[in-house]
C-alpha cells in the first residue's frame, strides 16, 4: 500500500501509519479510500491482530480532511446525475468514505486513534469513529468541521456521531460554523477519551486496545439515547428550533450547507445510526452537487490555492470602488421608488459589498407599507448591478482575473454563497443571467446593459472558468 503500512507487535495490536505518499499532509483522495478497504480487512480477517491503533506519518497531524481538488471533479460529476440510476450511484459515491469508516467502527476488534496537530473533516470523521480516541496534550491541536465555510456538509459521520456524543445543542455551532471543538471541551463531552504529551501516546492507546477487547461504539449499544434526547428531546426543544430560525434568518438559508445539515441533525438523531448515515449521505450528495457549493468550493479552497502561489496580487481598491459606486447609484434608485431605507440597509447587509455609504438613502414610507414580496426584486437588482460592474473592470483590466475578482468581492462582503460575482453568472448559467440582465435594462435602463464580450462568451459557450 502506499498509504497505509500494518506493523503487528508482538501482543497482537496493529499500528496502522497513515502516511499519504507525496503530501505534506494527510488527505483523503480515492486512492487513500481504496487502500482503506485493504486495512479494514486486514484487521476483522487476521486472527493473530486484537486490535489497531491508528496512527498519522505526518508531522502536520492526523488528517486534514478530503482531497478537494479530486472532491471537485466527483462534484462535477453528481451534478450531471439525471436518471434514478444515476442519482443512485451517485448517492453511494458519496457515500463510500462513510460507508468505510463505518466498516472500521464494526470490524469486531478495539480501534483506538492517536490525534495530534490537526484533524478536520472527514479527518475528525475517521477518529469519531474509532473506538478510543487519545489526544497530544498541546494548544495547538485543532479538532474541527471546517465543511460548511467552503459550501459543504460532513458527509462521513460528522453530522451523526458529533451529536451522539457532544448532544444536539452543543454540536450546531462546531457542523455550521466550523467552531473548533477545544481540548476542554473534547474531553469534558468524550470526543476525545484522553490526553497525554505526544510520546505517551501510543503506548496509552496500544494498552487501551489491549484491555478492551469487546469494544464498540456507544451508539451500537443497545438502550443508546442522544445526549438530551436528540432534536425532539428536551434540549432539542429548548434550543433546536430557535438555532435553526436565528440560522436561516437574514440569507443564512442561501448558504448551500446550513439547512441540509440541520435536516441530517434533525432527522438522523431519530433513527439508528446506519439510517442516520444513509440520511447524511443522501443530503450530503444533493448539497455538492449544487451550482452554489460547486462555487463556494471553488472560491473558497481552489482560488485561494491558487493565489496564494501568486508572488503579486491585484490591488482590491479599483475594483471594490466599482461595486461601491454600483451599490450607491442602485440603491439612489430604489429610494426614488420608495422603497424603504430600513428595507434597502438589510438587503445590502446580505448581498453588497460592505461600504459605510452604501444603503445610506432617504426614501419615503417605511418597511411597515412595503411589499415584501418585491425584496426579491430588489436583491436582484443589487446583485445584478454589481456583476455587471466586476464585468466591466474585468474587461477594463482593473482586475486581472476571474479568480481575483470572486476573490475580492467575496471578503469585502459579497455574498459567499454566489463564489463571488463572476462565479454568480456561471452559477445562474450565462445565457440566462444575459437574459436577465437584457429585461432589467429594458425596465430600469442602460446601467445593466451587459457587455459585448459576455455576449460573444455566451455564444462561444466560453465560460469564465473553462
Not at 64 to 72: H, I, N, Q, R, S
Not at 97 to 111: D, F, Q
Not at 265 to 294: K, M, W
Not at 308 to 324: F, N, S, T, Y
Request: hydrophobic content about 45%; glycine content about 10%.
Amino acid at each position: 500500500m502506499n498509504n497505509f503500512s500494518i506493523d503487528v507487535d508482538g501482543q497482537g495490536v496493529a499500528v496502522v501509519r497513515f502516511d499519504v505518499r507525496g503530501k505534506g499532509m494527510n488527505v483523503i483522495s480515492d486512492e487513500v479510500q481504496r487502500e482503506f478497504d485493504e486495512v479494514v480487512e486486514t484487521l476483522r480477517a487476521d486472527p493473530a491482530i486484537r486490535g489497531a491503533v491508528l496512527v498519522s506519518g505526518k508531522a502536520s497531524g492526523f488528517c486534514a480532511g478530503a482531497d478537494l481538488a479530486e472532491l471537485v471533479d466527483s462534484m462535477a460529476r453528481w451534478s450531471e446525475a439525471r436518471s434514478q440510476e444515476e442519482l443512485k450511484a451517485g448517492v453511494a459515491d458519496a457515500g463510500s468514505w462513510s460507508r468505510r469508516v463505518r466498516a472500521l467502527e464494526t470490524c469486531g476488534k478495539p480501534v483506538a486513534a492517536v490525534i495530534a496537530g490537526m484533524a478536520l473533516g472527514g479527518g475528525l470523521e475517521l477518529a469519531l469513529a474509532c473506538h478510543y480516541r487519545v489526544a497530544v496534550d498541546d494548544p495547538t491541536l485543532r479538532l474541527a468541521f471546517p465543511e460548511a465555510g467552503v459550501g459543504l456538509l460532513p458527509g462521513a459521520g460528522g453530522t451523526q456521531r458529533l451529536p451522539r456524543i457532544m448532544g444536539v445543542s452543543a454540536t450546531l455551532p462546531h457542523l455550521l460554523d466550523g467552531k473548533p471543538i477545544g481540548l476542554a471541551d473534547a474531553l469534558s463531552s468524550g470526543v476525545v477519551h484522553a490526553t497525554a504529551p505526544a510520546g505517551e501516546l501510543l503506548e496509552m492507546a496500544r494498552r487501551w486496545v489491549l484491555e478492551h477487547p469487546g469494544a464498540v461504539a456507544p451508539w451500537d449499544e443497545k438502550g443508546f439515547r442522544v445526549p438530551g434526547g436528540g432534536a425532539q428531546g428536551s434540549d432539542g426543544y429548548r434550543d433546536f428550533a430557535p438555532a435553526m430560525a436565528a440560522r436561516l434568518a437574514d440569507g443564512g438559508d442561501r448558504l448551500p450547507a446550513t439547512g441540509n445539515i440541520l435536516k441530517c441533525v434533525y432527522e438522523g438523531t431519530q433513527v439508528p445510526i446506519d439510517s442516520g448515515l444513509r440520511i447524511e449521505a443522501r443530503y450530503f450528495f444533493n448539497t455538492a452537487r449544487s451550482a452554489r457549493s460547486r462555487a463556494m468550493v471553488r472560491t473558497f479552497f481552489l482560488s485561494r490555492q491558487k493565489l496564494a502561489k501568486r508572488p503579486h496580487r491585484d490591488d482590491p481598491a479599483p475594483l471594490l470602488e466599482r461595486l461601491r459606486l454600483a451599490v450607491a447609484r442602485e440603491c439612489k434608485a430604489l429610494a426614488q421608488e420608495d422603497v424603504p431605507e430600513t428595507v434597502l440597509n438589510r438587503l445590502c447587509a446580505q448581498v453588497a459589498v460592505r461600504s459605510e455609504g452604501a444603503g445610506e438613502t432617504v426614501a419615503n414610507g417605511s418597511a411597515a407599507d412595503f411589499d415584501l414580496a418585491e425584496a426579491g426584486s430588489v436583491e436582484q437588482r443589487l446583485l445584478y448591478a454589481q456583476v455587471l460592474a466586476a464585468l466591466q473592470a474585468l474587461d477594463e483590466g482593473l482586475v486581472s482575473d476571474p479568480l481575483e475578482a470572486d476573490a475580492i468581492a467575496v471578503s469585502a462582503g459579497f455574498p459567499a454563497w454566489t463564489g463571488g460575482p463572476v462565479s454568480f453568472v456561471e452559477m445562474e448559467g450565462m445565457e440566462a443571467f444575459v437574459t436577465r440582465a437584457d429585461d432589467l435594462a429594458a425596465w430600469f435602463g442602460p446601467r445593466f446593459q451587459v457587455s459585448p464580450s459576455l455576449r460573444e462568451r455566451v455564444v462561444a459557450g466560453q465560460g469564465f472558468y473553462g
